[in-house]
């Protein structure tokens, strides 16, 4: 402490305001960063003991929802199949001109087509469509062809 005494009687009044000055500002910058952590530490304690509990409970609805979501994608996955099966099995009730015009010209490759028409019928609310052909070719060809043509899809 002496030695503290006498290093400022031998400073001059503007020197020692300058000293002091340096020293309160050190103080005021170690007091704001003690304030800072402590500040900090107190938020931190009070939030993780208070998130803590929430954090259980996202925890907990977000195992839950996991669990909603691998049930409506297998439910999705089954409501898709059933949809192919049901849009393949629709596919047969399915009328397109174009469609038999181009399978049936595809089919008689080595045959005349003398006439293709095509019709359509509603019996008790039942749409029949027919096809009448007049084909010439060999019997092996015609052969093939009715085949092939009773076996599209």
Known sequence: MNKIEVFLQNLNPREKFLFISFICLCALFLAFKIHDRFLED?????????????????KIENSHLKEIETKLTKQIKTEEEKLKYYKEKLHLFFYDKDFFNKKINNLSKNLTINEIKFSQENKNFIHYNYVFLSLNGNFKDLLNFIQNLENLP
């Not at 107190?42 to 996202?58: D, G, S, W």
């Open 42 to 58: 107190i938020f931190q304690k009070t939030l993780v003991e208070h998130n803590y509990l929430a954090l259980n409970e996202a």
